[in-house]
Structures are given as structure tokens and as C-alpha cells.
């Protein structure tokens, strides 16, 4: 039987697509208890309709984002079970697969779907922060600089540098089954275009 990795990188547009999906990113993170869980049981932790659920269910076990682990037969009917293709999933597009306005037009929902979920978790973090002392203080850091050709290749050196240490570093963690909590981390760097 299959079994889930530790880690997954997205690399291909259409994984990333399915995945950007407000309700199919839902689905993905339900499973931070690593329990596998049918469509049914997802859509009643959810509150929502089975039907749809299990459609949402369907596309990500089509381009293999979620998996069968289990079938139990329950009373005559069969229950499927599923887990996502690993325990951490990382969407990393860094150049627009194909040349199309069609592929470029994809590439930016998937941005702005991954910029507004941040939004909106990075926003709880700040409120939380307001009014529990323990909770970690989320950082926001936004930088604006002219910088020259040879300054701007270092620093997106370093940045892919210190992605790919901690990438790493994270999944040899959690190979080690070390129980952690959830941080959302966003790193863009662009030339600014008026």
C-alpha cells in the first residue's frame, strides 16, 4: 500500500491549480493530524454538503494530491479512505510552465488564491497576538530598495539558500515524528514594474 512522504514539492501548474482551491486547501490541512478520513467525514467536520466535498475529494486524488490508505465495507456501503501525498506540501513555481496567456492567466489565481490565504492567516495571527501574550509575534517585513545587478543576484542567492535549508532541516524533523505547530511563511522577491 502506499504510503505518505514526509515531503512534497509542487512543481507542475496543474498540482498547483487543484491545490490553490479555497475549499481543496481546506481538505489539505484537515489532515494535520495525519488521521486518514473519507469524503463524508471531511465534509461533515467541514459542515458541508458530501457531494461536493467528495467532488473537491476526487480532483485532488486525480492528480494525486490526496491518496487511498483504507476501504471498509460499513453497513453495505463502502468507505474510502484517505490521506494527502505527504504530511507537508509545498507549492514551488518559479518559472510559468508553458508560454500562453492561458498558463500565465492560472499562474496568477494560484498567486493571488496563496496571497489572499495568507492574508487572512497572517490577519488571525495578528489578532490572537492582541490579546494572548504567549502567542508568537508574527513579523511582517517589506522591503523596497534600487539595488544593482551583482546585490540583487546575491540576495535572491541567499533567499533561495535559506528556503532550501529550511526545507530541508524541516523535513528531516519531521521525518523524526517531532510534534510541532503550524507557521505560514511567504517569501516573494520581484523587480517592481509601474
Not at 63 to 80: A, C, H, P, W, Y
Amino acid at each position: 500500500m502506499k504510503k505518505q512522504l514526509d515531503y512534497f514539492e509542487v512543481k507542475s501548474l496543474k498540482q498547483a491549480k487543484v491545490l490553490s482551491h479555497d475549499l481543496r486547501m481546506k481538505i489539505i490541512s484537515m489532515f494535520r493530524d495525519e488521521i486518514p478520513r473519507t469524503a463524508k467525514q471531511i465534509a461533515d467536520e467541514l459542515g458541508m454538503s458530501a457531494s461536493k466535498v467528495h467532488y473537491h475529494v476526487k480532483e485532488l486524488v486525480k492528480l494525486e494530491l490526496l491518496f487511498l490508505t483504507d476501504t471498509k465495507v460499513n453497513g453495505g456501503i463502502i468507505e474510502k479512505y484517505y490521506l494527502p501525498i505527504a504530511k507537508v506540501i509545498r507549492i514551488r513555481l518559479s518559472k510559468t510552465e508553458g508560454e500562453g496567456i492561458f498558463e500565465h492567466h492560472e499562474q496568477s489565481q494560484i498567486i493571488n488564491n496563496t496571497l489572499r490565504e495568507f492574508g487572512k492567516s497572517f490577519s488571525r495571527s495578528v489578532e490572537e497576538a492582541k490579546t494572548n501574550e504567549e502567542f508568537l509575534k508574527p513579523i511582517f517585513l517589506q522591503i523596497n530598495h534600487t539595488m544593482l545587478d551583482e546585490d540583487r543576484d546575491e540576495l535572491y542567492e541567499e533567499l533561495r539558500l535559506l528556503s532550501e535549508k529550511w526545507s530541508k532541516r524541516i523535513e528531516s524533523s519531521n521525518s523524526c515524528d517531532r510534534k510541532g505547530e503550524e507557521y505560514n511563511l511567504l517569501l516573494g522577491f520581484h523587480k517592481v514594474i509601474d
